[in-house]
């Protein structure tokens, strides 16, 4: 029982990390690695999140709304390719 509260927690943080991060982040936009930095850790935390979802759904499946955390996982995914453009469209703004 203990792990599943874990899980929660982590759970928590990891979803109220990325908006922090990505406001914090963009205080520096115009320093090329400090932007960078904010926006890998926020992907991090986007796959942390994929990787808690993926664990409800295979270990708590009986306990979870298993279609909600399937979107969710797409959701997360689909931030992190979009994110990953921003961090490269950024790095063509800063060598341009």
Request: glycine share 6%; with cysteine; proline share 3%.
């Amino acid at each position: 029982m203990e792990e599943k509260y874990d899980l929660r927690s982590q759970m928590t943080r990891a979803c109220k990390a990325p908006p922090a991060l990505i406001a914090e982040g963009f205080a520096r936009r115009y320093q090329p690695r400090g932007w960078k930095k904010y926006i890998d850790e926020y992907m991090g935390e986007s796959y942390e999140m994929i990787n808690h979802l993926s664990v409800c759904v295979d270990v708590y499946g009986n306990y979870v709304n298993v279609e909600v955390c399937r979107s969710l996982i797409e959701r997360y995914d689909i931030v992190c390719r979009r994110l990953y453009k921003l961090r490269e469209a950024w790095k063509n703004y800063h060598n341009g």
